[in-house]
Every structure is written in C-alpha cells, then in structure tokens.
C-alpha cells in the first residue's frame, strides 16, 4: 500500500475525478496515461481504453443508453464505479513505473540584474515573460556600484546568481570581458541595432542608448541653459548639481566625458560657482525637481519620467551631448543560458526597444522613434552629436582617480 501511495504522490488524482464528475472521457484518460517513455505498456493500456466503448457490451462496465467515451452528467451507477476503480488502478500502476509520473511541465527560470529604474525593467519583464509564458522572469534592481559588489560577493561564495546584467557602466563590463567571465553572444537582432563599441564581439552589446542633458526647473530657471559652459553663470551659483561618480555609473561615465572634451579646468570652473555633488543620479533630479537645485547632470528617462508625472522640469541638451550606451551581457555560469539568449533578443527587438523608449530614453533601433513628449535628439542625431569615448580600457585604468580628483575638487573648501 505504501508504495502505491508513493506511485501516486505526482498524479493529480483531483483532476481524474473532476474528468469524471464533469466530463468522463476515455480518451482524457488515455492521453493521462500517454505521457510516459514506456510507449509498449502505455500504447497497449491505451488501446484498451480506447475500445472500452466497443467491449462495453461485453463487460458491462457501460449501460447500454450511454453514448461512447462520455458519462451523462448523472449519479455514476454501480457499473461506472466499477469502470472507474479499474481505471484509476491502471493509472496507479502506469505512475509506479519509472518515468511514468505525470506532472506539470516546470517553468524555466531568469535572474537579471539591472541598475533600470523599477517602471522599466517591470514593463519589459512583463512583456518578456508574455511572450515567453514557459520562463520565470525574476530581477533585482539597484545601482550598477550596488549590484557589482553583490556579483563580486556572489564570485567568492562560488556562484554567480544572476543569469544576465544589464546597466550603464561600460568600464565594468570590459573589465569582466578580461576576466573570461562573459559568455559570447550575438544575437540575430544584432544586425538592427546602432552600435557605438567598435570592438564589439557579443561579449555584451549595448542595449539603450543613455543620454545625459541638463534637467533645469522651470520655475526659476526661464531661459533654458545652451551649454555646457552656461552653468558657471552667476545664475546657477550654487544650485548646479552632479551625481557622486562613486556611486553612479553614468555619472562616471559623463564626468570622464566631461573632462575628456573640456579639461579638468571645466569641474574646477564648476565648483568655483559652488556647484554640489549629490548622492545618487535620481537625488540630484529629485533636488532639482523641488527646487533645492536649480539645474542638475540628469539621466534622461530618470529626469523625463519626473517631467511626464507634472515636475516642473525641462532637459536641455548641448551641442557636445552625453550618450552612455547600457551593455548588456550573459555570464558563462548562467544556469538558465537559453532563457538568458531570448531575454537579450527580446530587449534588443523592436518590440522591447519600444518599451524602452516609451520610458523616456533613446532606443538603439534606429526604426524606433523616441515619443515627441520626451523632445529627445533621433538616436542617429545622437550618436553623431556624441562626445567621443575613445578607450574604454582607458576610463577603466582611470576611473579610481577620475573619482578621486572630482570627489577632491567638489568637497574642497
């Protein structure tokens, strides 16, 4: 008895008897029972049940009124109870053998780690997960300094748990590239996309074009910023604000740019007009949008989803503009490799770099267009417009003392 109880522990016996009260088909049964590698026993079984209707007469399982292969939705009579003792044995029996257990097909899983804002990454994780109904979509959302210390806590315990990672710290990524951790892939959307890493080989491919304008208040502030160098006028004294690059990726990435195109004479020239540094890239725009700030270093789709929610703010974007592209890569030790590729498929589709741009941020598609609402450049206008990175591996080398200096300079007295 016991090892019939554990024969049975994976066959849903509620959905036999539900088939039974409602809708007593054979052939529902027959299909239960064809769902094993045992084709011999399970196709002899099968065809015994599929000629129940024919043997009915013979072993007067059935009343002779009853139509083949359904029960009228009646109390069952003594001849039906018995057909169904015989049957559930039959099940019994098919689910002791090995292999024989029917259960329902599991989902395959996806971990991705994203620095995305929530809105974002739950739209897309939601689409994804429609169109792929097969795979559970779970994501961790958190700045690209944050979720980098967790893959590095998580590299020591032995086990990366994130499948993908997806934020807009490009150094991050080519330093992992030269650890060997990175698992090749180019998608066949690849082809559609514009691509601003000349050295691209699927280690990761940029995924959303980021862009950083000024974000100024429109209460105060009525005739918008042209320049870069409109910011050291007596007009933004003391209320300009730009991310801490500690803790911000893209504030990394534009402060290097920065300094880059006009010097480290240009920050000098900041914090002689007392500019701030802030906390994290959505403080400073928070700041900006409550009036703390007057203007601040802003990440489009952070700045532009204030904006579309009533913020009296407006971004503003210099001739020499910011364009951070967002990688995303597959690790080697993903656990869930075919699941990772389509979710890298889907966000680089048309389909997922609508969602993107919907949120306020440019598509890397250049047969997307950015919404009128979030007055954004055309991507192509973009990249041409874009202040040249030249070596990544150089920003990596720098980037301890890119944070040093400017942490330096913003907190001197």
Request: aromatic share 8%; hydrophobic share 40%; with cysteine.
């Amino acid at each position: 008895m016991s090892m019939l109880k554990s024969g049975l522990a994976d066959f849903d016996i509620k959905r036999v008897l539900t088939v039974y009260k409602h809708d007593f088909s054979l052939a529902n049964l027959s299909q239960l029972c064809f769902v094993s590698q045992k084709k011999q026993f399970s196709g002899h079984i099968g065809n015994l049940l599929s000629h129940g209707g024919r043997r009915r007469a013979e072993t007067g399982l059935f009343s002779s009124n009853q139509r083949v292969g359904s029960y009228p939705r009646t109390a069952p009579v003594q001849g039906d109870l018995t057909a169904m003792k015989i049957l559930l044995a039959l099940i019994m029996a098919l689910s002791l053998l090995p292999g024989m257990a029917v259960k329902a097909e599991a989902k395959e899983k996806l971990m991705v780690y994203t620095s995305m804002k929530e809105s974002l990454i739950g739209k897309l994780a939601a689409e994804f997960t429609k169109k792929n109904p097969n795979i559970e979509m779970d994501y961790q959302s958190a700045g690209a300094g944050k979720l980098m210390a967790k893959i590095a806590a998580e590299r020591e315990s032995g086990k990366i748990m994130a499948d993908v990672l997806w934020t807009s710290e490009v150094p991050d990524f080519y330093k992992m590239k030269a650890e060997g951790i990175l698992e090749k892939y180019i998608s066949p959307e690849a082809k559609n996309i514009l691509n601003p890493l000349e050295d691209f080989d699927g280690s990761f491919t940029p995924a959303r074009l980021g862009t950083l304008g000024i974000a100024y208040n429109t209460r105060f502030v009525k005739e918008a910023p042209k320049s870069w160098s409109d910011l050291e006028k007596p007009a933004f004294k003391g209320a300009y604000g730009i991310a801490n690059p500690a803790l911000s990726g893209t504030s990394y990435m534009s402060v290097a740019l920065l300094v880059k195109q006009f010097g480290w004479e240009y920050i000098q020239r900041l914090k002689a007009n007392n500019a701030k540094m802030g906390k994290g890239s959505g403080q400073v725009v928070d700041d900006t949008s409550s009036g703390d700030l007057l203007a601040s270093l802003a990440v489009d789709y952070i700045a532009n989803d204030k904006i579309k929610k009533g913020a009296t703010m407006a971004m503003a974007y210099p001739q020499e503009m910011l364009v951070i592209p967002s990688p995303v890569c597959i690790f080697k030790s993903a656990a869930h490799m075919d699941a990772a590729k389509k979710f890298v498929d889907f966000l680089l589709s048309k389909d997922g770099q609508t969602i993107i741009a919907s949120e306020g941020t440019l598509p890397v598609r250049a047969d997307v267009p950015s919404p009128a609402e979030f007055k954004l450049p055309s991507s192509e206008d973009a990249m041409k417009r874009a202040i040249k990175v030249g070596s990544y591996s150089d920003l990596i080398q720098s980037k301890e003392d890119t944070v040093k200096r400017f942490s330096d300079i913003m907190q001197k007295r």
